[in-house]
């Protein structure tokens, strides 16, 4: 918990803070505000975990308890069988990993065509990809079912397949707009000295653009994993087998049988993973929420 | 094979066929042989990126431009047993003519509307006192966070959890301890677009604050230095200082939040059932929803996904129009 140096001021001045009222109106908002972010943020999260250990009954009960009078882990064993848990997070990993290898490939190979190679009418496609940014892919949603369902040409039926997950995760327009961006600041006579050298297109994005674009396709993954993870139309409508289901999907799906104890054990387990993912990854979450390079 | 890169070694990398040669190219009218290989080389550059482009390309084509045209298409077609045929205005009539139309409309831009008061100037508030803070920002951060990364649906089965209508919820019970009237939530027409805000604000809110402190945090301190020095005051400080220097991600953020509520749906889906009582909670694309999957409706789904296409198009279109030229976005 790095606590960043401020050697700039901000909008209260350090003579103003150093003055004995106001150090102790900083501590005094300081210990209020530490309390009242965990009350609003922390204490949700508690009430969600010691609810899964509720019995049915203690969960109606009026008042509430604050703890749970008889503590039962029997509600979390019963959501990861009933609802076969297991199965969801395999079928989330398998797509979010799927998506991210077709994002990184063809997204990569795309922004540093744009960025370096810059064929014609590489700028209008680029126009034309921003522009899906303005039309969510929610409000497509109609004529991308039919087109996963029936695909143009070939004719496939990619409902209830990977693909309908991985293919649709590379029209981010977001993240190809990031990675050119990278690769727009990578200076162009570092390609020069590459191909002076004899490497292709191919050899210089592999030798020398991707070990210095690192940190941004950090970012591009998480943005990618994450977006697997909690998208939720899409899945529903495409994978909409038990087999096939993704966990943010499966837990809305097979809640409507099911105690409300046990789905809110299945919630907890199903956050996990991604708590745990964002504490591993926190410091390049963190940056790469400003790395979208919006600046004041 | 190794002519092409060579070639390319000391100019930079052409932009488009038309533009004039690197400083190597001999002049034109040397001879017509260098003139053909000139060419050559181009076009061999040019096949090389758009080989790069392809497979994105592609999926932009099945997954993005085409369901667009397709998408308007079919919002005037109409398909039984098979047969397709081209129907006019008759899908645009029947959708218009659901009872659920006008409320989903209201309910989408009531939503909208509430989520741009809370989830716009609520952030930004926190992320300003967060910035001051000189202790335990990196604890606040990631508590203001956490929310984010919950799978939306686990997130949302909490609040169900939350808004228990009797008093066996906990918010009632805090609602009803600090002597204030209990709610019914999502189960009371008149506060069921507030429940949602509610929920869906707790749930996102942790990015915009980070994407704000960060934009915080680059504004120079002397700025506030020279506003204290000629008696600007907090607010004012506030007012002059840091709105103006942090305009641009405001305004960036603006554009996001209502493309981003304007898609609202699994927050009605989870905690009203999707309509609510009265239809209090029907968002358009859970309309949209309903008509293509549950009422096997693909057409007015369609033509309700089109006008959904216009507003929003629309309201981009005001946007990049009314906001001042940025260098880039």
Known sequence: MAVQSHATRTLISPARRATPVGRRVYWILLVLIIVAFSVAFLGPLYWMVTGGLKSAQEMAQVPPSLFPQDPDISNYSDAWIGLDMLRLLLNTVWYAFGALAFQLVLGVAAAYSLSKLRPVLGKAILGAMLATLMIPATVLVVPQYVTVHDFPIFGWDLLNTPWAIWLPAVTNAFNIFLLKRFFDSIPTELLNAAAIDGAGPIRTLWSVVLPISRPILGVVSIFSVTATFKDFLWPLLVENMPETRTINVGIYAFSTGLSQNVVIAASVIAAIPMIIFFLIFQKNIMSGLTAGGIKG | ?329
């Open chain 2, 1 to 329: 094979m190794a002519v092409l890169p060579l070639s390319t070694g000391t100019g930079a990398p052409p932009r488009n066929p038309a533009a004039s040669g690197d400083g190597r190219t001999p002049p034109p009218d040397r001879s017509t042989v260098r003139k053909g290989r000139r060419w050559r080389r181009r076009l061999r550059e040019n096949l090389i990126g758009h080989a790069f482009l392809v497979g994105a390309v592609a999926c932009f084509v099945f997954f993005a431009w085409f369901p667009m045209v397709r998408e308007i298409v079919m919002s005037f077609q109409r398909t039984r047993r098979g047969v397709t045929r081209w129907v006019g205005w008759e899908n645009y009539q029947r959708i218009w003519d659901d009872p659920a139309f006008g409320a989903a409309w209201r309910n989408t831009l009531l939503f909208t509307l509430l989520a741009l008061v809370f989830g716009f100037a609520l952030p930004y508030l926190i992320a300003i006192v967060l910035n001051e803070l000189r202790h335990a920002q990196g604890f606040l951060r990631v508590v203001v966070y956490l929310p984010v990364i919950l799978p939306p649906a686990a997130g949302l089965m909490l609040f169900k959890y939350l808004y228990l209508p009797d008093d066996s919820g906990i918010l009632n019970y805090v609602l009803t301890h600090l002597g204030l009237p209990s709610s019914q939530f999502t189960q009371d027409p008149t506060t069921t677009v507030p429940a949602l805000v509610v929920a869906s604000t707790w749930l996102n809110m942790g990015s915009a604050v980070l994407v704000y402190l960060a934009a915080l945090q680059n504004i120079p301190g002397e700025l506030y230095e020279s506003a204290e020095i000629e008696g600007a005051g907090l607010l004012r400080r506030v007012w002059h200082v840091t709105i103006p220097q942090t305009r641009l991600v405001l305004s960036l953020m603006f554009l996001i939040q209502v493309v981003a509520t304007m898609q609202l749906f699994i927050e009605p889906l989870i905690l009203a059932g999707g309509n609510g009582v009265q239809d209090s909670a029907t968002s358009l694309v859970y309309l949209m929803y309903q008509h293509a999957f549950l009422l096997n409706d693909l057409g007015g789904a369609a033509a309700l996904g089109v006008m959904l296409m216009l507003v929003l198009l629309v309201f981009s279109g005001l946007y990049v129009w009314l906001t001042p030229k940025q260098e880039e976005l």
